[in-house]
């Protein structure tokens, strides 16, 4: 996304096309450490020139999307919209 800045000094970050979804799920996810996958949208030929948040708000800013789970499970939502604000205004989680 345009005007968004990922601070991966600490992520390591790879290719797509350096690993298969078999080995992100039993490396990555299965050992709940975090990566940046790189080069999707070129790979993959989707058109992101124009992404920007004002897009993809117009676009999606009323989808609801999974952003964790409570202490029980139970998913947590956020509408994308709020989600695109935080990330403009926040520099880290904490």
């Known amino acids: 996304v345009k005007g968004y800045n990922i601070d991966s000094k600490f992520l390591k970050r790879i290719s797509a096309n350096e690993i298969t979804p078999t080995d992100f799920w ?3 996810e299965a050992n709940e450490i975090p990566l940046i996958i790189g080069d999707i949208p070129k790979i993959e030929g989707w058109n992101t020139k ?3 948040f004002e897009k993809l708000n117009e ?3 009323e989808v609801r999307m999974k952003c964790g789970e409570d202490d029980d499970g139970y998913s947590l939502k956020i509408r994308l919209k709020y989600f695109l604000q935080y990330m403009k205004v ?3 989680d904490s």
């Open 26 to 28: 039993t490396r990555y």
């Open 59 to 61: 676009k999606f800013g």
């Open 50 to 52: 124009d992404w920007t």
């Open 90 to 92: 926040t520099q880290d």
